[in-house]
């Protein structure tokens, strides 16, 4: 049985209870200035993990930007990462760490910079990404050291060490965890010292060696009790609850566990009260009381719920959904899959998407749904796959950093070298002419000059030991600064490179998109490595949902803005049932600006982020199709009369188009809901959606638009030619009309035959 306690914390948080919480909010009304920032600290650091977590980081933000401080900006990003981290939002939570690191580079506060890089890498290890998980401590290890901050250092090695208790390396797991304990015995905290034991009697315990876990666990309860650690003292009862159920004592392992409840109860960790639910459920159904099993899970899911935490939602639910399978209760059973794994595709946890799309293939099978079942396990097939292959792709960027490492520390040899050289070449001069002083005067008074010679060599000497000492602080100021470039450009990078992974996610999958529009093709072109335009899919019952959409900005920025966006879009769909285009923009539009809401600067009481979109729901069956825009239109063309606007015509084919409501996705003074258009096709239709990346580049003998009458020409004219071969002749003219200018924003096409 998998260990129950995520044992390789960083730091025991002693969260302040609901008076504590309430006084702070007292005191911040009667703040100002940097009293207030305190306070919303504070605010931010107790309720972190809960549900009011994200809103006391923005409040944080928005005061610090209020006054300018760049340290409790920077510390308001490691909130908000930390508070989505909680909502069980792995991608958004890294993109808040990242931010945290350039900023708090900007500020030369390294020691911060290492705590991010510790904090992204339990994001990774939260999703399987072991290698990006180490080389995220790794960075993290190195940056302590250059801080001189040993709590950081500290968490570094020990979350180090879980990796390899997760990897099964037991020797590498037992060598950080004594280098973690060396570290922790010179801090003098005596809860990190007991942590430190409870953490090597895990190991010990996993091991076989019972008699040493039994007694280091002591060692570590009786110094929390003296400190009256609460959580501390619940992890040690959650531990004792599993050496009982090892040894089948189900009452006595239940019993350590009601233990544990009522102590993270009284420390305020609500989310660890849920963990230990799901525990209590596990042991029940182990020992035959699934009933009960059940009841413990369905209080956990509450809470979890509650607090908004929707990767253990997704993990209550697939224990629901198991309960239901054992009384072979397959219809709900697989209900509840499903809607685990829809919650773990929106915050793209693919370490638990695997087994979850396995269970979920396996229940359809059972159910006799094979189409269904086939069709998860491809999906179960494509997540193992896609780790595979990041690992793949993250052993050869570790081979390049490790080259990049001993070039760097080339470099320092050679730069050393090169200064002791230039030490002799100056020691060589200043002998040769004091030598030559002292010949001269020598004829003269020797005696006289010899004194002077004497007085005026140490005044020499102490001048190039000012000098020398003057070189080296130099020295130790352009490594600083080396130093701070280098983490600004390595953030920078990191920030693409996984913006871009974040970006390659949530576009559907090539085989998803073929399997629902065979007869189709989506020409896309970003701008920058990732983009502000996406294309997006959804299936429901006998309807396709697409849509092409630009959002605000491109590169990084806008790919952020399209995660939004994105997400809204699922939310829409996926959480609240809406299937109607108009009704979904509707509902995307009041996502979007609530997520953006704290976002507002102080020159400003609108939303600058949004995005304009072409949404369309289609019937093949029917042969129907659904259209509402923001911005972006329709066009369809078809050898049939259509009540609708025609913009141009060749031969026998006409190209009609639904124009879209001027009005974005996002903040807007004259917001009216949008409308929904309903077009009956024929078969031979072809339907066009896209961004205006296409139409408005630059280009052709004058440096002109291309302008959209000439896409409408273009697309009419390639009308005789299959799908693939309109997405090839659109792609290779636009890039002859391109020539050598540069593109100036992304693109996307998108085209369908019925």
Known sequence: MKHWLLWALLIILAFPGFSQIDSLKKALDRSEGKEQLTILDALAQATVKTQDGLSWAD?????????????????????????????????????????????????????????????IGNRYADIGLYDSALSSYGRGEELAKLANDTMALYGSIVNISTIHHDRGDKEKELEYLMKAQDLVAGIGD???????????AVFYAEDGQRKKAHDLIKESYATYQKTNNAFGMGSVHTLWAEFHFKDGKQDSALLELDKAIELYEKSGDVNRVALILMNQGAVLSTFGRSEEGIRKIDMAYDIFKEIGDKRFVGKTLIAKAEHQRAKKDFTGAIKLAEEAVAIGEEIWVRADLINWTRLLADLYVENKQYEKGFNALERHSAFKDSINEENKSEAIAKMEAQFQTERKQLEIESLKSEKAFQD??????????????????????????????LVQKKKDNRLISAQKTEVEFQNKEIELQRIVLEEKNREITDSITYSKRIQEAILPEEEFWSTHLPDSFVLYKPKDIVAGDFYWMEKRDNLVLFAAADCTGHGAPGAMVSVVCHNALNRAVREYGLIR????????????????????????????????????????????VSYAGAHNPLWLISKHDHDLAMRTEKDDLKLYEIKADKQPIGSFEAARPFADHTIKLNSGDTI?????????????????????????????NIQGTSLDEQKSTLGNTIDSWRGELEQIDDICVIGIRV
């Not at 005596?190 to 090597?200: V, W």
């Not at 060589?428 to 000059?449: C, D, Q, S």
């Open 688 to 716: 066009y959606v896209f961004s205006d990346g296409y139409s408005d580049q630059f280009g052709g003998d004058r440096g002109k638009k291309f302008k959209q009458a000439s896409m409408r020409d273009l697309i009419l």
């Open 59 to 119: 409040k944080l933000k928005a005061a610090a930007i209020d006054q300018g401080d760049s340290y409790y900006i920077a510390l308001s990003h490691h909130y908000r990462g930390s508070a989505f981290e909680s909502e069980g939002n792995i991608p958004i939570s890294i993109l808040e760490h990242l931010e945290g690191i350039k900023l708090f580079t900007q500020i030369s506060r390294l020691d911060k910079v290492a705590r991010q890089h510790v904090n």
């Open 581 to 624: 285009p108009a009704e979904i923009l509707n509902k995307v539009r009041e996502l979007v600006v609530e997520t953006f809401e704290s976002q507002l600067d102080q020159t400003s009481d609108t939303i600058k982020d949004g995005m304009d979109i072409a949404l369309c729901s289609m019937d093949l069956n029917a042969k129907t």
């Open 424 to 453: 002799i070449e100056l020691e060589h001069e200043e002998n040769k002419r004091l030598g030559l002083t002292i010949g001269l005067i020598l004829t003269l008074l020797m005696v006289v000059v010899i004194g002077f010679a």
């Open 190 to 200: 005596p809860d990190q010292l007991a942590l430190m034991k409870y953490n090597i």
